[in-house]
Every structure is written in structure tokens, then in C-alpha cells.
């Protein structure tokens, strides 16, 4: 069983995406690139958000391990997403698209404050909405965020597009290149093979709450489009049996 119809959707972009062939920090043509698969998707009436991580400028884990307090390298990471989303904001912006960037944590010099009410309003006139800085606590990851601010929201799926993967496999298919590929695949599965879509955190958020999530990759050219306009493109994960 599939998504039936999609009216509003939230995207999560992985930081790392966001660097192209780049060591680090932001590959310009990258976001004119994602600016531009957006704009032709949202021609199909579809609400869209955004949750884009930070890896490319920060990584919280490798800060831990040099001896940063957890909580504090966390918030750096926060502000690492803040400034891939006011990046993301500009490139959709001279594309002259209506975008507003909502921050969990306080900073209005440069986003509004998340207010959930208001980025349903945002959505329902038109614009996308970025979500910047993670929930606004540390522990906790921007694919949580995508999945918690889908829910919130009332998204139809959260589409989750991997770097250079284009699908759920039984193994990384980087390593091993006769992965297979599923079409489908239950969230219960995912937990019980220990396959790393997402961390178990957001995915059983997503169970939870029966949110169908579509793993798929964003730099196939139209892929975002073919899947707001219902095509089986990569792995559509749900809690239906076959």
C-alpha cells in the first residue's frame, strides 16, 4: 500500500549533501541545483518544508570525541543547520520562491521563532518553510526533528533523500554492490535488521505514528516531482504488510 495522495510534505536534506565535491561548507551550484528541483515540484500543489542537517560545516560527534561537553557540541550543530537554512532560504528566494526559516532556538535577527501554528499558516499561503536548529535540544538529531516536525504539522510523508543512495537496501550498497533494493519495506523491519535510514529514534517516532516515509535521492534530476506526483521512486517505508 502506497501514499494515496500527498497535499503537504517535509523534506530532509542531509548537511553533507550540501557540499557537493567540497571537503567542507556549502557547494553553491548544489543549492541553485536544489532550489531549482523544488521549484518545479511544488508545481504540484504540494505544501513543502524543510529540514536540512549540519554535518557539512559541523559534527558534533567528532567534537565529543575530542573532549567537547555533548550538550554544547550539540548546539553548535544547531547553528551549523541554522546557517545551511538561511543558505537554502537565499537560493530559493532568487528563484523567487516565498520562504520563511523558523528556528527552535531563539534568534531573530535571522528566523522567526518555531511556532507551530505559524509554519502551518506559512504552508497554507504558499510557502515553503525551513526548520532550522533541531528541536532546540541537544541528544537529539535533525532526522528527529524531520520526523517530529511531520507530525506536527499534519505532513502526508517525510521524504527523507539519502546522499548518493537511492533506496533502502538489505547492506550499503556503497560497500556491497549487489545490495538489494527494496520497493517497500515495514518500519519494524528496519529496527529489527539494524538498517541505518534514519536513527531509531525518529523512525519509531514515524511508527508511532504511522508516518510513511519515501527514501529516495534528490540529485536523480525531477525525482522530488516524480514523487509528490505519486511515482514509486526508491523505498517507501510504512507499517502495511505486503
Given at each position: 500500500m502506497g501514499v494515496q495522495h500527498i497535499s503537504r510534505a517535509v523534506l530532509k536534506l542531509s548537511g553533507e549533501s550540501l557540499r557537493g565535491e567540497e571537503n567542507q561548507g556549502l557547494d553553491w551550484s548544489v543549492l541553485d541545483y536544489l532550489a531549482k528541483e523544488i521549484q518545479i515540484a511544488i508545481q504540484h500543489n504540494v505544501e513543502i518544508a524543510l529540514v536540512i542537517g549540519g554535518g557539512n560545516i559541523w559534527r558534533g560527534a567528532e567534537a565529543e570525541r575530542e573532549g567537547m561537553d555533548r550538550a554544547t557540541a550539540d548546539y553548535a550543530g544547531m547553528l551549523a543547520t541554522v546557517i545551511n537554512s538561511m543558505a537554502m532560504q537565499d537560493a530559493l528566494e532568487r528563484l523567487g520562491l516565498d520562504t520563511r526559516t523558523q528556528?527552535?532556538?531563539?534568534?531573530?535577527?535571522?528566523?522567526?521563532?518555531?511556532?507551530?501554528?505559524?509554519?502551518?499558516?506559512?504552508?497554507?499561503?504558499?510557502?515553503?518553510?525551513?526548520?532550522?536548529?533541531?528541536?532546540?535540544?541537544?541528544?537529539?538529531?535533525?532526522?528527529?526533528?524531520?520526523?517530529?516536525?511531520?507530525?506536527?504539522?499534519?505532513?502526508?510523508?517525510?521524504?527523507?533523500?539519502?546522499?548518493?543512495?537511492?533506496?533502502?537496501?538489505?547492506?550499503?550498497?556503497?560497500?556491497?554492490?549487489?545490495?538489494?533494493?527494496?520497493?517497500?519495506?515495514?518500519?519494524?523491519?528496519?529496527?529489527?535488521?539494524?538498517?541505518?535510514?534514519?536513527?531509531?529514534?525518529?523512525?519509531?517516532?514515524?511508527?508511532?505514528?504511522?508516518?510513511?516515509?519515501?527514501?529516495?535521492?534528490?540529485?536523480?534530476?525531477?525525482?522530488?516531482?516524480?514523487?509528490?506526483?505519486?511515482?514509486?521512486?526508491?523505498?517507501?517505508?510504512?507499517?502495511?504488510?505486503?
Open positions: 528556528s527552535a532556538i531563539e534568534i531573530k535577527a535571522v528566523a522567526e521563532s518555531y511556532v507551530r501554528r505559524r509554519a502551518i499558516r506559512h504552508l497554507e499561503k504558499g510557502r515553503i518553510v525551513i526548520f532550522a536548529a533541531g528541536t532546540g535540544n541537544p541528544y537529539m538529531t535533525t532526522d528527529t526533528t524531520a520526523a517530529l516536525r511531520s507530525i506536527e504539522i499534519g505532513a502526508d510523508i517525510l521524504l527523507m533523500s539519502k546522499n548518493k543512495v537511492d533506496g533502502v537496501y538489505d547492506a550499503d550498497p556503497i560497500l556491497k554492490p549487489d545490495a538489494t533494493k527494496f520497493q517497500e519495506v515495514q518500519y519494524i523491519d528496519l529496527l529489527n535488521r539494524r538498517l541505518e535510514v534514519m536513527d531509531s529514534t525518529a523512525l519509531s517516532l514515524c511508527m508511532e505514528n504511522q508516518l510513511p516515509i519515501r527514501v529516495f535521492d534528490i540529485f536523480t534530476p525531477g525525482s522530488l516531482s516524480r514523487v509528490l506526483s505519486g511515482e514509486k521512486v526508491g523505498t517507501l517505508i510504512t507499517g502495511d504488510s505486503e
